[in-house]
Each structure stands twice: as C-alpha cells, then as structure tokens.
C-alpha cells in the first residue's frame, strides 16, 4: 500500500502529539502491520538531515579518508540504527504478550524521528551564543 501524503502528515501531527506527552496521539498513526512497515519511509525523511549533521559532524576528518568507505560504514550504521531497536521490540512485545500494540508503538517510534530531527537540526545549525564565540568565561570551563 503506497504512503500518501495526508498519511503522513497525520503521522507526523501524532508524533508530535506524543512529543508534547498527548496520549491522542497515537490515534494519528496507522498501527496496522502495514502501517508499521510504511513508517520506514520517515527514515527516507529522515536521511537528508542525517546527511547534513553527518557532514557537519565528520567534516574535519575527510582529509584522506576514501569516499567510498566512509559512505559504505555510515549507510550501514543509518541502516542498523533504523532496524535494531524495531528488532528488539518486536522481541520485547512477544515476552510481554502484547504483539498486538507493537505495529502501532513501531509506527510512533519511527515516526518521532522525523520530529527529533526537525528540533534537533536547527539547534545544531545555529550560531553560537556570542560568549562562545570569544571563549567560554573561566567558570565554565573544566579546568579550576
């Protein structure tokens, strides 16, 4: 079943609901075993800022680092950041007998990453506060 755009912008209201701790919130996702299995399409959403802070982050040591391999290391741990916990609910859910709601707790997870990013980028692209820019005062520091 092919993901429309009113479908995810109700899944986005909803992980934003639950950002903002409204227990409603769940009632925007599709918590189907469809539904589920659609909400890997935030990490598609996802990837252009992950990219973006991937750079950011990494920028500093591209000197002399191949291309291909930092790409190839990085894809697979994007890959395996978006599968290993959906792994481990799906086993946590069966020993706790509730595989019924993890469909739906799989959506809202993948979901609220789309709304982490879209707080989290901004704070890391802004400026720094003009006291960092000239140092951090002495009390700040680590050293005493």
Not at 6 to 19: D, F, V
Not at 49 to 65: K, V
Not at 99 to 111: H, I, K, S, T
Request: with cysteine.
């Amino acid at each position: 079943m092919p993901l429309t755009t009113p479908a995810i912008l109700s899944a986005l209201t909803g992980a934003w609901r639950l950002a903002r701790f409204d227990r409603t919130g769940m009632e925007f996702f599709d918590r189907t075993p469809d539904g589920a299995l659609n909400s890997f399409y935030a990490a598609l959403v996802v990837l252009p800022a992950y990219a973006l802070l991937l750079a950011i982050r990494l920028w500093d040591q591209l000197d002399g680092t191949p291309v291909l391999q930092l790409v190839t290391v990085e894809g697979i741990a994007y890959v395996v950041s978006w599968t290993a916990f959906p792994l481990a609910l799906f086993r946590i859910a069966a020993l706790l007998g509730k595989e019924q709601l993890y469909p739906g707790a799989l959506a809202a997870y993948n979901w609220s990453a789309v709304v982490q990013m879209g707080i989290y980028l901004p704070a890391i692209l802004r400026p720094p506060p003009a006291c960092c820019r000239r140092g951090c005062p002495k009390r700040w520091s680590s050293a005493s």
